[in-house]
């Protein structure tokens, strides 16, 4: 068992049943966490916007200026939405490819998400990210094989995001499934899937280790 007393899962796919990324990360998460685990799919979230009167309230707040019942409200809510973050020892973010990227509802996660002062701090010495000490897991899937050591890995605007993003917010320990080639011939689909039950059955041996627990 991997010692993680709390994991969230960060479900990026709006496919439920039929999401593969999904379901690998489900796979994943009956052999780390079975009775630990808490999700947030994003699509059924609700997420705030984070437009330009919250970025001005922001602003306002910094510079000690008063603000608005309704702004103050609004920097309450993603306080919390943080502190509920920062809350938990691991993260499984399942993330599907969309248009070379992330999902949309990921994307404004990150957003409300990631502030100085609140997911990472400016000073002198540069940034330091306040996540640190946890593990982040990503399960990426896609229709292109967009794998570090093939022909298509420049296209790789994913799971090259996410790694940038967490390590900005302090998380170094960050580690990947691969669901991909998800779209082509029925049998190279079935051998991606494969693929990615036993990349996470070697993931869950490596975090079953003592010296990480
Ligand atoms: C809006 C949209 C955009 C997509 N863009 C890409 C893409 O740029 N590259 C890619 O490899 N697959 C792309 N796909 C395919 C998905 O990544 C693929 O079907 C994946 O298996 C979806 O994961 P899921 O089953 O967990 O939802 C896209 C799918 C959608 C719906």
């Known amino acids: 068992m991997s010692g993680f007393a709390r994991l969230l899962h960060v479900e990026a796919s709006p496919r439920g049943s039929r999401s593969r990324s ?60 943080i ?13 599907p490819m969309w248009n070379f990227g992330i999902p949309y509802p990921l994307k404004h996660y990150v957003d409300l998400i990631t502030h100085p002062g609140m997911t990472f701090t400016v000073d002198q010495t540069g940034v330091t990210g306040l996540a640190s000490g946890r593990t982040a897991i990503l399960v990426g899937s896609g229709a292109l094989d967009i794998r570090p050591d093939g022909p298509m890995a420049a296209l790789d605007h994913q799971m090259a995001f996410m790694r940038t993003w967490l390590n900005f917010i302090g998380v170094t320990d960050i580690r990947t499934v691969d669901v991909r080639p998800t779209y082509g011939m029925a049998e190279e689909v079935e051998a991606a899937m494969q693929r990615a039950y036993e990349e996470a059955d070697a993931l869950t041996a490596a975090l079953s280790r003592p010296e990480r627990v």
């Open 83 to 95: 502190d509920h973050f920062l809350s938990f020892d691991a993260w499984l973010f399942s993330v």
């Open 22 to 81: 999904s379901a690998v990360a489900r796979w994943l998460i009956d052999r780390i966490a079975p009775d630990t685990v808490e999700t947030l799919n994003l699509f059924d979230a609700d997420l705030p916007p984070f437009d330009g009167a919250v970025m001005e309230g922001r602003y306002a707040l910094i510079a000690g200026e008063a603000v608005s019942p309704e702004v103050a409200a609004q920097w309450e809510a993603i306080r919390a939405r």
